[in-house]
């Protein structure tokens, strides 16, 4: 059975960019390399829910959310951090990778959680 | 970590040692009043009962390791069998619920075959003694009233992939390997099936309809109308929803963007 991990929303978004908000160029390479590393390799890949309504949401013209506010902050980082967490243990993902340093140290404990590999040590971190 | 846990952690480790589980038939029974194919259902029901919850707990599980008769005493109505040790820990589950009856978080497939234990010890008036080892840890006796609240289910369409495992049965039928790992039982037609069997350790898609439990979210039975290849394309499934939403994406502010649906 191939393994799986688990990417969350920013990695996603990343992937699926052409041009790079200023400042966040090599993130959108980085992103790119490694799913062609996750292709290579035959790494099951699977999204939780919660990214999937994430997704759903920056595509949302109206839920573009310029100068929208937080929130409930603390409740809705809980809320998805915890859905993402559990989505990775109950789907037998190896590794849940995620740029969200929060989410980074939430879900240590239970589950083997990095940020994407540099480019150049994705094969290495595999 | 209590018993059960490190019962689990041991299996998790590949322990292949074996345990004794002796079931003696109490209340009665004698070989002139068990036929041999009542007794081929009982421990039918018997095992099921038991690997049902090994193969929940630990989708690795072999689903053909099988019970081993070691021995016949008693009056032959006091059989051991000699078990991987990895599955005392669900019997041990098991048995701790033969005190209340109650076995709403067992797996359902464990939960049919205790019913039919159950009721098997009713209308015989017999008792089925459990003993791990030399250690007696269960008795389904006749009073015993086994139930269980159903949980509400949910119907609708669903896509499932996986890799297809076994195909074919009395009824059409396949089995499917999901990415987590969980073997899903999926039936369907005939014609199906036989596509299904040309599928064969492939990895495909299955469109269909899935009855999930709503308490657990599991599915709880999975009825496939439509199959096909799904060999993995990461890459082009990327590079598809770039063309088609890039520009989208690309108006996304990824720092900010996560901060606010966050509230971080």
Not at chain 1, 5 to 13: E, G, N, P, Q, R
Request: hydrophobic share 40%; aromatic share 6%; charged share 25%.
């Amino acid at each position: 059975m191939a393994e799986l991990v688990l990417l969350d929303t920013m990695i996603c978004i990343w992937a699926f960019k052409s041009e790079a908000t200023p400042g966040q160029e090599d993130k959108i390479r980085q992103a790119q390399a490694f799913i062609t590393s996750l292709d290579e390799e035959g790494v099951e890949v699977g999204i939780s829910a919660v990214t999937l309504c994430e997704l759903m949401v920056a595509l949302s013209d109206e839920n573009r959310l310029e100068g929208g506010s937080a929130r409930d902050s603390a409740r809705q980082v809980v809320k998805a951090d915890c859905q993402i967490a559990g989505t990775a243990i109950s789907c037998g993902a190896s590794v849940l990778y995620t740029e969200d340093a929060q989410l980074l140290k939430m879900a240590a404990p239970f589950i083997s959680t990095k940020p994407m590999p540099p480019i150049g040590q994705q094969e290495l971190e595999l | 970590m209590d018993n059960y846990e490190a019962c689990r952690y041991t299996r998790s480790m590949g322990d292949t040692t074996a345990d004794k589980l002796t079931i003696h038939i109490t209340g009665g029974a004698s070989p002139e009043k068990i036929g041999a194919g009542e007794l081929g259902t009982l421990l039918q029901a018997l095992e099921q009962s038991v690997t049902a919850i090994a193969q929940r707990d630990d989708p690795d599980t072999s689903s053909e390791t099988k019970f081993a008769l070691l021995s016949i005493d008693a009056g032959s109505v006091k059989l051991a069998f000699s078990i991987p040790s990895s599955y005392s820990p669900s019997i041990s589950l098991l048995c701790s619920r033969f005190a209340s009856g109650d076995i709403s978080d067992l797996p359902e497939k464990c939960r049919r075959a205790v019913m039919s234990l159950g009721k098997w010890c009713r209308d015989r008036s017999f008792t089925i003694d459990w003993l791990l080892g030399e250690t007696w840890i269960g008795s389904i006796s006749p009073a015993l009233d086994f139930r269980f609240e159903a949980a509400p289910q949910l119907r609708g369409s669903a896509a499932l992939v996986g890799t297809i495992r076994t195909v074919g049965g009395e009824k059409p039928s396949f089995r499917l390997r999901l990415s987590g790992g969980d073997l899903l039982a999926c039936s369907c037609g005939e014609d199906l099936a036989r596509q299904a069997g040309k599928y064969l350790y492939r990895r495909v898609s299955v469109e269909g309809f899935a009855r999930n439990n709503m308490l657990t979210a599991e599915i709880a039975s999975f009825e496939a109308t439509a199959i096909a290849l799904a060999e993995r394309k990461l890459g082009a499934a990327f590079d598809s929803i770039r063309e088609r939403f890039g520009s989208a994406f690309d108006a996304v502010d990824v720092d900010r963007f996560m901060s606010q649906v966050r509230g971080e």
